[in-house]
């Protein structure tokens, strides 16, 4: 049987959490208001799609692939990202809830995150060389011998990283989030 692909389609209020999606491909297609929470991604492949407010609370992504895709004010809690398909994975996130979500050893080169929930996230060995978190909440965010090279910090809060346990040159952080910088010296910061 012939897989079935989409290509600039566009999805509106489907609740994939009680069936399984049609095709094992879409390219430039849209989903907006759609529900994949506990639904099945196995491998199915999304490149340059657009997801605006859906639901993907614990969804299943092994071996899903996301290339360019863009996730606006979705609700993307507990997934793990490190499962998904590697090959050209890029992503972008804007108003996003992330909240126990897993991007260990992930390349996330270049990712922005705008104005996002990333709290208990898990970025350990995580390559963010370039990323932006701008306006996000990064409280109990776990980094971990993760490559924070020219990572842009500057209007996070609530990030707590050991710069020697990880790898941050250049990257760019603000003086008010200096305590999350030395915090495993438990000492008091004034500004």
Known sequence: ?????????????????ENRMAGEAYEKCHFSNCNFSNSDLYRIEFMDCQFTNCNF??????DAAFKSVTFQ????????????????????????????????????KKTKFDHCSLKDVDFSNAD?????????????????????????FRTAINYNLDPANNKIKKAKFSLSGLPGLLSKFNIEVDY
């Open 1 to 17: 049987m012939a897989s079935e692909s989409f290509h600039k389609t566009t999805f509106d209020q489907i609740d994939y959490s």
């Open 57 to 62: 609370s614990m969804t299943n992504i092994v």
């Open 73 to 108: 004010h979705c609700k993307i809690m507990g997934i793990d990202f490190s499962k998904c398909d590697d090959f050209l994975f890029a992503a972008s996130f804007t108003g996003c809830t992330l909240d126990y979500s897993i991007f260990q050893a992930k390349n996330l």
């Open 128 to 152: 963010l060389t370039f990323a932006i978190f701008d306006s996000c909440d990064l409280l109990h965010a776990t980094f971990y011998n993760s490559i924070l090279e020219k990572a842009d």
